[in-house]
């Protein structure tokens, strides 16, 4: 990608939007925009034609909405696709379902004065389309509902399982949860994701898993075969209470650039229950978890993280394997067994 321009392509049924996308990607001296279609089935003949590196895609359209021409390409013509999204329920809803299906990433529009705050969203539309030419996408393959899940031989609150991710962790999360037991270890989940986006994720993966998922409350008890998400703008942290496990909710400021920061909940994790608790980070770009996977590695928990061949963007696992954080790189299809593998040990352990 460094010898040539990345070549985009923008979808989007309203003139307007295509117009300001446009404009805003011809900004980058590495971006060349190549089209802009109205709609999926013109879309449909300029992919053919210009092969672009990158796509945006407006989730809602006339003719062919998103999704479905999201999943004709990545079925057909796997490329990496920057969903265009609004931030209302059913925006979100539909951003995750995409997300799921091998989207990278996403914009999202204003929701007032739509042609002044787009130009603020200038910078994150460039980064992401560049991020997205780097991207290693597949084929798609739909996350569906296991039901063929069977407990597995541990049980014990004492063992927390804490995981991090960013981009591409919405579709490596699902594939990791749904597959849990009904009594996998206590789980905790910081994603980096907006507000109204984390209960709409949550409330997804609860449909689909054994386990129970739900967005974070502050106060919340975490026990075995429940998984909390930090929700969008909040940090989670976890704290004792008497003999519980409980979840913290804070507004602190942001760190490593994000609310909720995978580092945050990390440290947390490293303090409260130290060799009892297993660290996860999955894929996704920058560092935000790798000290604090180092802090849960250094207080004697286990730590995971996905390896490079499997990470849609070898970010923070790469940073945190560097810095000496990871004990052990996994393919995203492994480390569900590790997981349970490390749990059923420490409870073994816990009972002697």
Known sequence: MSERKIKALVVDDSALMR???????????????????PNPLVARDMIKALKPDVITLDVEMPKMDGISFLEKIMTLRP????MVSSLTQRGASVTLQALEMGAVDFVAK????????????????IAKVKL????????????????????????????ILAIGASTGGVETLGRLLVDMPPN???????????????????????KMCSVRVGEAKDGQRVVPGQVWIAPGDKHLTLVRSGADYVCRLTED?????????????????????????????????GKDGAKGLLSMREAGASTLGQDEATSL?????????????????????KILAAILKRAAESTKVLRI
Do not use: W
Not at 258 to 275: M, T
């Open 313 to 333: 963007v070898y970010g923070m696992p790469k940073v945190a394997f560097e810095m000496g954080a990871v004990e052990k790189q996994l393919p995203d299809t």
């Open 19 to 37: 117009k300001l996308i446009t404009s805003m990607l011809s900004k980058s001296p590495v971006i060349d925009v190549v089209g802009a279609a």
């Open 110 to 125: 204003p929701a007032t004065d739509l042609e002044s705050n787009m130009v603020h969203l200038g910078d994150e539309l």
């Open 253 to 285: 400021a942001p760190v490593c650039g994000h609310r909720p920061s995978v580092d945050v909940l990390f440290e947390s994790v490293a303090k409260a229950a130290g060799a009892r608790s297993i660290g996860v980070i999955l894929t996704g770009m």
């Open 132 to 159: 997205a030419a780097i991207t290693k996408v597949k084929p798609l393959k739909k996350l569906t509902k296991n039901t063929n899940i069977a407990p597995v031989a541990f049980n014990t609150t004492e063992t």
């Open 184 to 206: 996998a270890p206590a789980t905790l989940v910081a994603q980096h994701m907006p507000p109204n986006f984390t209960k709409n994720f949550a409330e997804r993966l609860n």
């Open 79 to 82: 490329t990496p696709v920057v």
